[in-house]
């Protein structure tokens, strides 16, 4: 499984390319027959939350944090899976926050004093 974040229009619904809006529903889980492939089939989600913004205005979206499973494809700021639950609506505050979180996730707390010397700043 894996965690993440995706956003939708003030309906819960996204516009999937090509088709009319699919609407979704908070603690459902939906999956999804045939091959996976970004921006054509699947279920898309962001791993870093800011990543959102990309895809959806911040002042009229809802923003939900997400379980993938099944099968699941990536790319550099977004991905596709075959199952995808709606764990939780978070909105704009949660979604900031969680990326606050993502970002110190990935800084390297052991080396810190690496790039912090002398009168440089990280």
Same mark, same amino acid.
């Given at each position: 499984m894996?965690? *993440?974040?995706? #956003?939708?229009? %003030?309906?819960l $619904?996204c516009?999937?390319?090509?088709n009319?809006?699919? $609407?979704?529903e908070? *603690?459902?889980?939906?999956e999804q027959?045939?091959?996976?492939?970004l921006?054509?089939?699947?279920?898309?989600?962001?791993?870093n939350? &800011?990543?959102v913004f990309s895809y959806y205005?911040?002042s009229?979206?809802?923003?939900?944090?997400?379980e993938?499973d #099944?099968t699941?494809? $990536?790319?550099?700021n977004?991905?596709t899976? %075959?199952?995808?639950?709606?764990?939780?609506e978070i909105? &704009?505050? #949660?979604l900031i926050?969680?990326g606050?979180?993502?970002?110190?996730?990935?800084?390297?707390w052991k080396?810190d004093k690496?790039?912090?010397t002398g009168?440089? %700043?990280?």
């Amino acid at each position: 499984m894996i965690k *993440g974040y995706k #956003g939708f229009n %003030s309906k819960l $619904q996204c516009n999937p390319t090509g088709n009319k809006p699919f $609407q979704y529903e908070v *603690g459902k889980t939906y999956e999804q027959d045939g091959k996976i492939d970004l921006c054509s089939n699947g279920f898309h989600f962001c791993e870093n939350p &800011l990543d959102v913004f990309s895809y959806y205005n911040p002042s009229d979206s809802r923003f939900c944090e997400v379980e993938a499973d #099944g099968t699941v494809k $990536q790319s550099s700021n977004k991905s596709t899976t %075959s199952k995808i639950t709606i764990a939780a609506e978070i909105g &704009l505050h #949660g979604l900031i926050e969680a990326g606050v979180k993502f970002i110190f996730s990935k800084v390297n707390w052991k080396d810190d004093k690496v790039s912090n010397t002398g009168d440089y %700043s990280a």
